[in-house]
């Protein structure tokens, strides 16, 4: 078998899956109990006012500024407003309302006094000071936060707790969001064993469909993880037949080496076309793709942190595809320390990020053999991916990196 193949950037690789997948995963309404980590396949505006009405910010007096701006002065309780109240009290000249945090503003009033300016008087209160605000102090008024019509939140953004916040605050119970994709992963090779097992020679326990399909379903995703598929054509066939009936993507590690012995790499060649590149990273450069069925399949590379990686570059981006969101932007930071890189292929090192003296974000390897393939505990120390350009052969401390988070 040729091991010749197409030598591409990882930008020309990933441009190249992306095309697997042309359109994002249909949309569906759920309710805002069942909308955490979701993606908005639709824009969310305000209903209507936020806040819906003039309320108070402070528990105090709801005040006329005329009557209170030369204080010290006694002024006449006429009544009272707490928060959900629906009442509207008069007030007139020398006369306040005793008021609470939210409730609304009587019409009358257009200042609040809060408590501790005052006696705190049921009766008669002597307010002791004007608030300094001046007139309209301690008062939200109605279309403050969001007038109707207002964008609360984008499609493609991710409904985290903030956000929900907010679309329950502009009167949504339910809304648009994008099918989960279903994610496969399936891990290949008679040399793995379930976590938990016996080793024989030669053997290793199984780890990428782990860290994997856990990463997958932090990223938005529904995970389907079958058994390890053992090194028989006739399995892998099969194993893809069940997969690619079910799933938006496949992944799978240990079918993208050039080695004699990959028997995924040699049944998605013969029974999809599949293509296999060499991208130009470190670790990660065997790479593939095919369609299985009409359903995609991307082939990663089997060691442990090439894996995980690979799905970090190239996975990530096609479920950021499926689900409508933007990639996640990169940031900077200065290395901590110093370590060579291979010449000709971006280097990707996991790393841990601290804060340095300066305050400015310092990356340290989170293992001394840096991106060492088979070093799967870098994994369980990193937050981050570092990355040194293709052209550079050696980090310096005090380099400036790119860095993608891991979060």
Known sequence: MSTTRELLTLEQYVAEVLRLVPDPTPVEVVALDDAHGRVLAGAVTARGQVPAFANSAMDGYAVRWADVADAPVDLAVVGEVPAGSPHDPAIGPGECVRIMTGAPVPGDADTIVPVELTDGGEQRVHVTAAPERGQGAHVRGAGEDLRAGDLVAEPGTTLTARVLSSVAAAGHAEVPVRRRPVVAVAATGDELVAPGGELGRGQVYESNATHLAATAREQGADVVVPPTVRDDAALVVRALDEL????????????????????????????????????????????????????????????????????????????????????????????????????????????????????????????????????????????????????????????????????
């Not at 590690?253 to 790499?265: E, I, L, N, P």
């Not at 479920?319 to 990639?327: I, N, Y």
């Open 244 to 407: 690619a009936a079910q799933a938006d993507v496949v992944v799978l590690t240990g079918g993208a080496s050039v080695g004699a012995y990959d028997v995924a790499r040699d049944v998605l060649t013969e029974h999809a076309g599949a293509t296999y590149r060499h991208v130009r990273v470190q670790p990660g450069k065997p790479q593939g793709w095919a369609l299985w069925q009409g359903t995609p399949v991307v082939a990663l590379p089997g060691n442990p942190v090439s894996a995980a990686i690979s799905f970090e570059v190239v996975v990530r981006p096609l479920l950021d595809a499926l689900l409508g969101r933007a990639s996640r932007p990169t940031t900077r930071a200065v290395a901590a320390t110093g370590w060579r890189s291979p010449p000709g292929r971006r280097q990707l090192v996991p790393v841990r990020i601290t804060q340095g003296e300066d305050l400015r974000p310092l990356a340290t390897p989170s293992h001394r053999r840096g991106s060492a393939s088979h070093m799967v505990t870098s994994l369980a120390g990193a937050d981050a991916l570092a990355e040194v350009p293709e052209e550079t052969t050696e980090v310096a401390p005090g380099d400036l990196l790119t860095i993608r988070s891991l979060a």
